[in-house]
Nanobody
């Protein structure tokens, strides 16, 4: 599986961006998809996840109510809609894919098998 993110850029505080992650392969619907981010000088952290089984979504507390993860299996694409952006959301955002990820592990980087190259999101006035 190859993952390619797009949609990053510079946005003012309070603004919105939508990230996309296009996946190769014919079994996209079987993968749990996740978004992670890494800010300068910090470790990579979980942002949001969308399970393949049942389709439930899960978010880090820091983005709940502001970010929405969704997927279009017909297009092999997962999205991250980011609203009410804050300067602390500035980071490189990564898309990840994994099979058979149990709910308790959806936020764990080690549970994912495939990663994109990342897209930069900068929130600044």
């Amino acid at each position: 599986v190859q993952l390619v993110e797009s949609g990053g850029g510079l946005v003012q505080p309070g603004g919105s961006l939508r990230l996309s992650c296009a996946a190769s392969g014919r079994t996209f619907s079987r993968y749990t998809m996740g978004w992670f981010r890494q800010a300068p000088g910090k470790e990579r952290e979980f942002v949001a996840g969308h399970r393949s089984s049942g389709g439930s979504t899960h978010y880090a507390d820091s983005v709940k109510g502001r970010f929405t993860i969704s997927r279009d299996n017909a297009k092999n694409t997962v999205y991250l809609q980011m609203n009410s952006l804050k300067p602390e959301d500035t980071a490189v955002y990564y898309c990840a894919a994994g099979r058979s990820i149990i709910l308790s592990s959806i936020g764990s980087q080690n549970a994912y098998d495939y990663w994109g190259q990342g897209t930069q999101v900068t929130v600044s006035s």
